[in-house]
């Protein structure tokens, strides 16, 4: 079975500084590795995805995140937060072994203070 | 371009009630998934239809729950006998299944509450 573990239910950082939001993921195929947004009262908001090929991924509005196979992680990052980009954080995955659906963390709130 | 849509955004009903969730999905998306997400279970899949084949219930809790998906495009999840533990977002996602790896783009959501 695929799951995700999102060990920080908050992460505060201070607006300007950089920013890690934690993911570790395990699967038993081959792993596909999402992050998703989400705004108060809003859907999922797709920021970036690891297929393959190089381990550190660049996607929107800033963000990165690096796939590291020996560690089974795939950590969000920018390199220097936003006020605006206090959300709430998902990491998901999607095992090719184990059906299409995404599974994900119990998500991570960004809080970047002024 | 247009994104998936769902309607009601919120949906208040009684224990014991039927209720209706429709999504919308991205024009030319053929894959369609129903998500819930509440407080004490995260983000939960609930069933998945992809093209023509039959639909992926392996995620719905009950058998109150069911879905169908009408020519191919908009769904509708479908509740019996609400009780209050049914209380989520329901969210609703597609994507041009291609898996496992395209996109999956999420609606907004109906937030429902049984009281």
């Known amino acids: 079975a695929q799951s995700v573990a999102q060990p920080e239910d908050q992460v505060n950082v201070a607006e300007g500084n950089p920013l890690t939001v934690k993911c570790t993921y395990s699967?038993?195929?081959?792993?596909?590795l999402f992050w998703y947004v989400q705004y108060p009262n809003r859907g999922l908001q797709f920021l970036l995805k690891?297929?393959?090929?190089?381990?550190l991924v660049k996607g929107s509005y800033g963000f990165e995140a690096e796939f590291n196979k020996s560690q089974t992680s795939f950590h969000l990052k920018k390199p220097s937060a936003l006020v605006s980009d206090s959300a709430l954080y998902f990491c998901a995955v999607r095992d090719n072994n184990a059906g299409n659906m995404l599974t994900f963390g119990g998500g991570t709130r960004l809080m970047v203070k002024p | 371009g247009a994104g998936v849509s769902q309607s009601p955004s919120n949906k208040v009903t009684e224990k014991g009630k039927d209720v209706e969730l429709r999504c919308d999905p991205i024009?030319?998306?053929?894959?369609l998934y129903w998500y819930r997400q509440s407080l004490g279970q995260g983000l939960e899949f609930l069933i998945y239809?992809?093209?023509?084949?039959?639909?992926?219930k392996s995620g719905l809790p009950s058998d109150r729950f069911s879905a169908e998906r009408t020519g191919g495009s908009v769904s509708t999840l479908t509740i019996q006998r609400t009780q209050q533990e049914d209380s989520a977002v329901y969210l609703c996602?597609?994507?041009?299944?291609?898996?496992?790896?395209?996109?999956?783009?999420f609606g907004p959501g109906t937030r429902l509450t049984v009281l």
């Open positions: 996602a597609s994507s041009l299944d291609r898996p496992p790896t395209d996109t999956q783009y």
């Open positions: 699967v038993s195929g081959n792993p596909y």
């Open positions: 239809f992809q093209g023509n084949s039959a639909p992926d």
């Open positions: 024009s030319g998306h053929t894959a």
């Open positions: 690891y297929i393959t090929g190089d381990n």
